[in-house]
T-cell receptor, first 115, second 114 residues
């Protein structure tokens, strides 16, 4: 049973650099979510895809952030011109609209450190 | 607007003792309620959920929670904890308009001592 996988698990970068994270959801899931978790806080919603369509974006997702899911399978989250405030754990989750149980299946996250 | 308050950031207990992790939410609409657990270096895992029906819901690992609409609470309980229950626990609400858009509390670190 393959769950949600995220890559890389850890990324250290210098301020101003671009970074990209990848998420592979559970194969039969058509919904995919990105969340961000900073130290001492619970996860915060960033954006959500149903198939390849990006249906909702949080105000937290500034212009420097872009997420894609071109073929309705894996997704990428790119952060341009990183800032120290972007340091966080980026979580990906998936679900199926057909089971509609409300349960999200989370990956282990990608931890970003911006120096 | 949604907010989820987990009243205790840390809860230390001894093994085999009962535990209650508190969660209150504010919402002007009906919500779905969840508890997730995060073990060290692992992703969040669903413990239990309330969507409708019986207000007492049972989850994995012997946990249960009770939805109290009048008090807008969804406290998590376990009658006897194990060392393996040591983890961070997150309460979350979903307004249902975008299923999967969860509003999380800050989390409660449960530490079980031998």
């Amino acid at each position: 049973d393959t769950g949600v996988s995220q890559d890389p698990r850890h990324k250290i970068t210098k301020r101003g650099q671009n970074v990209t994270f990848r998420c592979d959801p559970i194969s039969e899931h058509n919904r995919l979510y990105w969340y961000r978790q900073t130290l001492g806080q619970g996860p915060e919603f960033l954006t959500y895809f149903q198939n390849e369509a990006q249906l909702e974006k949080s105000r937290l997702l500034s212009d420097r952030f872009s997420a894609e899911r071109p073929k309705g399978s894996f997704s990428t989250l790119e952060i341009q011109r990183t800032e120290q405030g972007d340091s966080a754990m980026y979580l990906c989750a998936s679900s199926s609209e057909y089971t509609n149980t409300g349960e999200l299946f989370f990956g282990e996250g990608s931890r970003l450190t911006v120096l | 607007a949604q907010s989820v308050t987990q009243l205790d950031s840390q809860v230390p207990v001894f093994e085999e003792a009962p535990v209650e992790l508190r969660c209150n939410y504010s919402s002007s609409v009906s919500v779905y309620l969840f508890w997730y657990v995060q073990y060290p270096n692992q992703g969040l895992q669903l413990l239990l959920k309330y969507l409708s029906g019986s207000t007492l819901v049972k989850g994995i690992n012997g946990f249960e929670a009770e939805f109290n609409k009048s008090q807008t609470s969804f406290h998590l309980r376990k009658p006897s904890v194990h060392i393996s229950d040591t983890a961070e626990y997150f309460c979350a609400v979903d307004r249902g308009s975008t299923l999967g858009r969860l509003y999380f509390g800050r989390g409660t670190q449960l530490t079980v001592w031998p």
